[in-house]
Structure formats: structure tokens, C-alpha cells
């Protein structure tokens, strides 16, 4: 049921920015996009997250398009640590309690 | 206090035994989840409780039981496993009917079948 697809895999220099993008074409007018993240067989740790305007937190910003059909995740100076795989995901259902990931960008930051 | 608390966080079993997965959370959470993982696949979502009321199956084999005691606790309860059934197995909570709350997960409890 994952309402998202993302690039498998991507590379970023240590200090630039890595912008990590997911389409989310079937999203409905009130379905929040969440990101997430997960290092090696850790639980996922929530980043950020939006619904129709561009959100900024300490971690990262995401940027969401006029039409909703994609965002962007923008870590603005990528470290090692931020190796991990980022999960976009769409919340659905009428209670918002249902959370389906997709299958993930696994981000390689190299020194 | 933000945390999960899963136990235990290893474990192995045989396809004969009984087994149960433990999670905790004093956040004041109403909803809570189970999810699996398989190795380089992302989580799975199996079951909702809302309320303590399960409210979503993902279709989930009979041989996976959960179990909702009161607001804080959500139990799995395992028995006649297959060797497939082992995966990482995420708690997650979150507050109820509030579109914008956020999972929290624990750590996971790392199943091995033989």
C-alpha cells in the first residue's frame, strides 16, 4: 500500500547539501508526507514532516510542490551520520493512523 | 519520557515454541503498532491498536497474536513460527486521530526461527 516511490540509492559530499526527492502522485488533500530515517537495524527516527508548505527543523527542511505530487528532503551539510536509509511516507486513513513506507533512498555521505 | 522500550531485543526460537515480544510507552500515546522488517527491506506495517482496540490487520498470519493489556503496553505474541518469520520487529506509538503526530519507535526485537 506504500503511496510513495523514491530513488534506491544516493551519494552526497560530506558538507553539501543532499537533496533527497519522493513522488507521491495519489496523495489526497489531507495526507501529511513524513520522513524518515533509519541507520543499520536501528528503529526509524522521525525528521520532519508537512502537508502543504515548505517545513524547516534543525534537522532538515522538506520542500512540498503547489501540487503535492512530490517533496524534496534537503539535510542542508550532509555528515558521515547522515548515512542512513530515508523512508518518504504518505500518512492515510481517516484516523491518519496508518503509516506505509516506501522502499527508501539508502544516502551514502562520502568524506 | 520520548522512548520505546521493546524486549527482548534478541531472540531466538524453534517452530514449536511460544513465544511473546514486548513493548512499552509512557508518552500518552493511544495508537500503537507492530511492524516487521526483513533485512534490507523497509518496515511492514501489520497491526494498528487504537484505544486499546485493535483497529487494523494487515492480513497478518494467525500465527502472530497481539495483544493491547491497557494504554502503555502492547504484547505479540508468537507460537508455530516459520524460519521466514524472522525479521526485526518495530513498536511503534503515536497520539490518536492528530494528522500531524509523528511516529516513535523502539529499537526492535531481532527474531531468529530455526
Known amino acids: 500500500d506504500a503511496k510513495t516511490t523514491q530513488p534506491t540509492s544516493m551519494d552526497c559530499a560530506e558538507g553539501r547539501a543532499a537533496n533527497l526527492p519522493c513522488n507521491h502522485s495519489t496523495i489526497s488533500g489531507n495526507e501529511y508526507v513524513y520522513w524518515y530515517r533509519q541507520i543499520h537495524s536501528q528503529g526509524p527516527q522521525y525528521i520532519i514532516h508537512g502537508l502543504k508548505n515548505n517545513e524547516t527543523n534543525e534537522m532538515a527542511s522538506l520542500i512540498i510542490t503547489e501540487d503535492r505530487k512530490s517533496s524534496t528532503l534537503i539535510l542542508p551539510h550532509a555528515t558521515l551520520r547522515d548515512t542512513a536509509v530515508y523512508y518518504c511516507i504518505v500518512r492515510v486513513g481517516n484516523t491518519g493512523n496508518q503509516f506505509y513506507f516506501g522502499t527508501g533512498t539508502s544516502l551514502t555521505v562520502i568524506p | 519520557d520520548t522512548e520505546v522500550t521493546q524486549t527482548p531485543k534478541h531472540l531466538v526460537m524453534g517452530m514449536t515454541n511460544k513465544k511473546s515480544l514486548k513493548c512499552e510507552q509512557h508518552m500518552g500515546h493511544r495508537a500503537m503498532y507492530w511492524y516487521k522488517q526483513k533485512a534490507k527491506k523497509p518496515p511492514e506495517l501489520m497491526f494498528v491498536y487504537s484505544y486499546e482496540k485493535l483497529s487494523i490487520n494487515e492480513s497478518v498470519p494467525s500465527r502472530f497474536s497481539p495483544e493491547c493489556p491497557n494504554s502503555s503496553l502492547l504484547n505479540l505474541h508468537l507460537h508455530a513460527l516459520q524460519p521466514e518469520d524472522s525479521a526485526l520487529y518495530l513498536c511503534?506509538?503515536?497520539?490518536?486521530?492528530?494528522?500531524?503526530?509523528?511516529?516513535?519507535f523502539g529499537e526492535g526485537s531481532r527474531l531468529t526461527v530455526l
Open positions: 511503534a506509538s503515536s497520539r490518536y486521530s492528530e494528522n500531524t503526530g509523528e511516529l516513535f
